[in-house]
């Protein structure tokens, strides 16, 4: 039985504290150094540009988030390809000034590895004081009830990426990131539902490991 805390559906109200969590989440990292250089900008960047994504997640995917609002994940329902978010050149622009150029290098790299394989997408996982485990697992339930397999591409380093190994995701390929960032892209394969493709089964964690803050990031 999975004591996971339950996690609610966002609404669009919770754009801005989505938003909050990824650009708090990500900032620490070196990926984030190197998207955003200068220190006094780096969180107010950040989270504009994660307010496109999510906003455009709520149009073709989902987001969660725990109950006490510590916690997100953001995800692409990508059936099939999906638009760029409405007016997304202008908008890059205007929300990462001088550094928009090196966001569109990260998200040339990261949508050139997705798979085309129908699936649903892990863009964003953030949880900045703790509750990825919670967040992520509780989700992740959510996504299986769609019997389609999902993937992520872990920004943030290894206790990231540990979590996802433990919620049955497995290594496809490493990358390097434009900013020499090693990226592992994950696959997990669609769990077995009565009646759905028993091709696919959900690979199960062996063991519990204690929480860790965690963050993703999101590509077109």
């Known amino acids: 039985m999975s004591t996971a805390l339950p996690v609610v559906r966002a609404?669009?109200?919770?754009?801005?504290?989505?938003?909050?969590l990824v650009a708090e989440a990500l900032a620490p990292t070196a990926l984030a150094a190197w998207l955003v250089p200068d220190t006094s900008r780096r969180l107010p960047v950040l989270a504009a540009v994660a307010r496109i994504w999510t906003e455009h997640a709520l149009l073709f995917g989902d987001a969660f988030l725990l109950p006490d609002g510590s916690a997100t994940t953001v995800w692409f329902h990508r059936y099939r390809p999906i638009p760029s978010p409405h007016r997304y050149a202008d908008r890059l622009a205007g929300a990462a000034g001088p550094d928009e150029d090196r966001f569109r290098r990260l998200g040339?790299?990261?949508?050139?590895?997705?798979?085309a394989e129908p699936h649903n997408h892990l863009a964003l996982l953030a949880a900045p004081r703790g509750g990825a485990t919670q967040a992520l697992s509780a989700a992740q339930c959510r996504m299986d009830t769609l019997s389609l397999p999902t993937y992520a591409h872990p920004c943030a380093g290894a206790q990231e990426e540990e979590l996802l190994r433990r919620l049955g995701y497995a290594e496809q390929e490493t990358f390097a990131a434009p900013d020499g960032t090693p990226v592992r892209a994950l696959w997990r394969s669609a769990p077995f539902h009565a009646g759905g493709n028993d091709r696919w089964r959900t690979r199960r964690a062996a063991r519990r490991e204690r929480d860790h803050r965690a963050v993703g990031w999101a590509a077109r």
């Open 108 to 115: 040339a790299e990261l949508a050139a590895r997705r798979p």
């Open 11 to 20: 609404r669009w109200c919770d754009i801005g504290r989505i938003a909050d």
